[in-house]
């Protein structure tokens, strides 16, 4: 087994603290990364104060993972040592099912391996995520970092920019297309500079007038204070496509006003409890869609990666020491932030005092 030294949670009501733990031996296939930068999504919250219901304890967080590899087994052909590279919210799927051989493995019909509180394929156990200073990955589920992106910045592209770009690009944001940003966030923000990149004209709707120059500053053509009724009502049934990122309940009817007939909004946020209904109204008299995506595949998150290399796109981040988590995750439920925390793998203290949490196995307890 490889030990790891990295930061997690023993119930919902924890700080995270120091831990010691076990990664799987690796296989022929594994790639062995030494974890430099790590994300903070706010997924990661969700899942340590067990907000979502499906936690099992203990859990080390962080799917926004960038490294260096440090050793490959003798069957992988696409890293070698040294190279930089990302891991994301997926670890492994099923392979086999008609999503995983279309290449989407996130909507995997057997259900996709989380890279932490996910259950373990080889050893039966749980998934240990990106808080932490090393990591063990099948090569089919590791990503090539752009040289030209500072890997910091690039962390949370790993999340937060393929759970955006993998809509904007279904729905065929481009040229032509006026397109939608609902949220100024770690999602949202993404989302404007993607649009924008992509050629659409690009519209970002917030509900803090102070976010105004910001929203321009990262590619808005246009910038729309939603809680002003007149500021909405100048583009009611004009929108191919809005991308809602907003992580917290709220009316989507302002919204579904604002599309053209037969456009689609699709939602991205994962609040942890749901929006109210929409008017049937708003959706039948427009032939108007919603829905929803979640994250993108391998190969999607990979042309993700190399778009915004050729663009030069990365996220707004703040550098954080590891110790300052706890206090960044109560920031971060204030949209303390603009707009990403990244964990500055450098600074953990491997010295420190930890419980040694061996190898986690399913007899842990949820709730």
Known sequence: MLQAFGYGATSATDPLNPVRFERREPRPQDVVIDILYCGVCHSDLHTVR??????????????????????????????????MVGVGCMVNSCQHCESCAEG?????????IATYNGEEMHTGGMTFGGYADNIVVDEKFVLSIPANLDPAAAAP???????????????????????????????GHMGVKLAHAMGAHTVLFTTS??????????????????????????????????????????????????????GTMTLV??????????????????RRHLAGSLIGGIAETQEMLDF?????????????????????YERMVKSDVKYRFVIDMASLDKQANAPDLGANTLQGRTG
């Open 308 to 328: 915004c290399g050729q663009h030069n796109i990365v996220c707004d981040i703040e550098m954080i020491p590891i110790a300052a988590i706890n206090e960044a």
């Open 104 to 112: 989407l493995e996130q909507y995997c019909e057997n259900g996709f």
């Open 50 to 83: 067990n907000e979502w219901g499906n936690t099992v304890y203990p859990v080390v967080p962080g799917h926004e993972i960038v490294g260096r590899v440090s050793a490959v087994g003798d069957a992988v052909t696409r890293f070698s040592p040294g190279d």
């Open 209 to 262: 007038p102070n976010k105004v120059e910001d929203g321009k500053r990262l590619g808005a053509d246009e910038v729309v204070v939603s809680k002003d009724p007149d500021a909405m009502a100048q583009h009611l049934n004009s929108f191919d496509f809005i991308l809602n990122t907003v992580a917290a309940p709220h009316n989507l009817d302002p919204f579904l006003a604002l599309l053209r007939r037969e």
């Open 157 to 187: 592209l790993l999340c937060a920019g393929i759970t955006t770009y993998s809509p904007l690009r279904h729905w065929q944001a481009g040229p032509g297309k006026k397109v939608g940003i609902v949220g100024l966030g770690g999602l």
């Open 269 to 286: 946020g994962a609040p942890a409890e749901p929006h109210p209904s929409p008017h049937v109204f708003n959706l039948i008299f427009k």
